[in-house]
């Protein structure tokens, strides 16, 4: 990861926190990853993916985003406070990025 200043770096932060907030409201609202919400989520995991200079692969990103459901490491971190935070965001990738 090459997060080039200070502000880089708290936007990452930034949006990693904010992602995770909202993959939990999601959650517990019982929201569809196909959802707009789920569709503004991918796309703030898109930017979290690609502020540190990485080229946009669409194949990459699901493919990430398989990781958070098949590595239980992954899937802890995402489901630690609200569980299925993790397979939501994956299928909201897999739906949304084409």
Partial sequence: MTLRTQAQYGEWTDLGREIQ??????????LSPESQEGREITALHRRW???????YDPAKHRGIAELYVMD????AYY????????????????HWVK
């Fill in 21 to 30: 907030e909202r993959l939990e409201e999601a959650v517990r609202a019982g």
């Fill in 49 to 55: 993916l690609t502020l540190t200079g990485n080229r």
């Fill in 72 to 75: 239980d490491r992954f899937t």
């Fill in 79 to 94: 489901d630690k406070q609200v569980p299925g935070c993790a397979r939501f965001l994956r299928d909201a990738v897999v």
